[in-house]
């Protein structure tokens, strides 16, 4: 995990400390109850009940510890800001078209916590999102990928 900033809408990090909050609350209780349960059937070496409570446990912690971080390392964007620019920036919208493919995807530039149905998402620091940002619609760029160089063409930039 990298010391950069992450940068969120106020929306994406008031979902995430809430959602903390219900793991750090609710969700230990609940796994606290499940993991006490499968106890109390016995041998420990041979129940998956009490296997599959740790497995879970383990798997929310690791999100509580993933969400502190993201916190931690939290900027707000500037919605008003990125909804106005016509020049991608974190947490844009950029519609892109691959040369020599008539199919065009959607990609928001910024945190897989922004993530929306529909829309993919590029982190900035991506070589693809290093590529868009500061473009524009109808700029081609271009970006190493693992299997070569790829080119692609800004359809639209928005919100």
Do not use: C, W
């Amino acid at each position: 995990m990298t010391d950069e900033p992450t940068q969120l809408t106020r929306a994406t990090y008031e979902r995430l400390q809430a959602e903390l909050e219900d793991l750090t609350t609710r969700g230990r209780v609940e796994i606290a109850r499940a993991i006490e349960a499968a106890r109390a059937l016995g041998d420990l070496s041979e129940n998956g009940d009490y296997h599959a409570a740790k497995d879970q446990q383990g798997k929310m912690e690791a999100r509580v510890r993933l969400i502190e971080a993201t916190l931690a390392r939290a900027q707000l964007v500037d919605e008003e800001a990125t909804a106005s620019a016509d020049t991608v920036v974190t947490g844009t919208v950029v519609t892109i078209r691959y040369e020599g493919d008539d199919d065009v995807e959607r990609f928001l530039v910024g945190s897989i916590e922004e993530r929306t149905e529909g829309v993919g998402v590029v982190s900035p620091g991506s070589p693809l999102g290093q590529a868009l940002l500061g473009r524009g619609a109808g700029d081609s760029v271009e970006y190493e990928a693992p299997g070569g160089v790829l080119r692609v063409e800004i359809v639209a930039v928005g919100r």
